[in-house]
């Protein structure tokens, strides 16, 4: 049993901390403000081969498990949470599926200009009245000849103003439940398709989130992802990535809190003495850095399992309610640290705390994430 990174890993993590810090770290206030997402850090991401690390060698990424997509993940999320979840669903929900259900000819068009940055992908799953309860959705397509036709919207959609295209699930047949779901590909040019609102969040600024629009929106015949049936099945295991995903942002975001507390800890001075000299401040850190030690087990154990082939659904909800909870906890320790300057935004302790907050719902909530445990303890 080895709880250390490989020379490989580590000279990985090293390689991402050198471009996160040069890079992202001093865009990621800025970025904060203008809730503007900085396009170029996608060219340049995939200049770098970041975008993908997931996509095997012959569609132009680099084959990495997925130990090594987390290492990525909690650097980037350690510096900016917008910028790291939007690269995420780019990478991870967006061309996956595409790699591990398309057509050849689907590889081509878009994993290729994907893993480049060249292309920005989106996955469409959530509604209006279908967040949780993902067998819920209501965007229908229908069948016509050389075509199908969507109907239906979409909502808290990542990516949704600057993606190129869509990975979108949509109601086939009722009759079969939820062997009647289907993905599609679904272009930003294709007929009958729009961008609705962006969506005015608390955090993640930067990370585009909003609605997508199909009114009787015609895609071709080859824009099916997979089979007819099946697409539910297929859409949970992208789900389960992404929960992977998730716990590995959070134990950057909570890295990223503790750090900067840790530091003013050190430096600021009351009663005559540094804060972090008081042992009620002690303490607060020390049950802190004790969680965030035990969200990595959790996490890499299931980046581990998942890149050994095992079956890890319980693993990965375990990691994500964790983590993203720990996460939490975090800024909020470290506002409290802070105290009034912690409150103000003259500091980033507060942006800490707004992004770390949604970890707790997107993908998958943490009341969903012990759903699947209980399941999977056979409750």
Not at 24 to 32: R, S
Not at 263 to 284: C, D
């Amino acid at each position: 049993m080895d709880f250390q990174f490989t020379e490989e890993q580590e000279i990985f993590r090293k390689t991402v901390i050198d471009f996160v810090e040069k890079e992202v770290a001093p865009l990621a206030d800025e970025v904060d403000r203008s809730d503007e997402t900085p396009m170029h850090l996608f060219k340049r991401m995939g200049e770098l081969g970041f975008l993908g690390l997931t996509i095997p060698e012959e569609y132009g990424g680099s084959g990495a498990d997925m130990i090594i997509f987390c290492i990525f993940l909690e650097e980037m999320f350690r510096v900016s949470g917008s910028v790291a979840f939007s690269m995420m669903l780019h990478s991870i929900s967006g061309l996956p599926p595409i790699c591990r259900f398309g057509t050849d000819e689907q590889r081509r068009k878009y994993l290729l200009p994907g893993v480049k940055g060249e292309m920005i992908s989106a996955f469409a799953l959530t509604e209006p009245n279908a967040g949780s309860d993902v067998a819920a959705i209501q965007t229908t397509a229908r069948r016509s000849k050389d075509h199908y036709i969507l109907n239906g919207t979409k909502t808290f959609i990542t990516n949704s103003t600057i993606a190129d295209f869509f990975i979108v699930c949509a109601v086939l047949d009722k009759t079969k439940g939820i062997k009647g779901i289907a993905l599609f590909i679904v272009e930003k040019g294709f007929p009958g398709f729009s961008v609705g609102r962006k969506l005015d969040k608390l955090g993640f600024h930067g990370s585009a989130t909003g609605e997508i629009i199909f009114d009787d929106c015609r895609i071709p015949i080859e824009s099916l992802l997979g089979e007819e049936e099946g697409g539910f099945i297929s859409m949970l295991k992208t789900l389960q990535f992404e929960r992977i995903a998730g716990g590995a942002m959070a134990i950057g975001s909570a890295r990223a809190a503790f750090d900067d507390a840790m530091k003013h800890a050190k430096e600021r001075v009351q009663f005559g003495q540094l804060i972090g000299k008081f042992q009620a401040i002690q303490f607060m850190l020390a049950d802190v850095a004790t969680e965030i030690e035990s969200a990595k087990l959790l996490v890499y154990k299931a980046a581990w399992m998942e890149s050994q082939g095992m079956r890890c659904s319980k693993e990965s909800s375990m990691a994500k309610v964790y983590a993203s909870e720990v996460a939490f906890r975090s800024a909020d320790v470290a506002l409290q640290i802070y105290g009034g300057y912690g409150y103000t935004m003259d500091y980033p302790v507060q942006r800490y705390l707004r992004d770390a907050r949604v970890l707790r719902i997107a993908g998958g909530t943490s009341e969903i994430q012990r759903v699947v445990i209980a399941d999977e303890l056979g409750l």
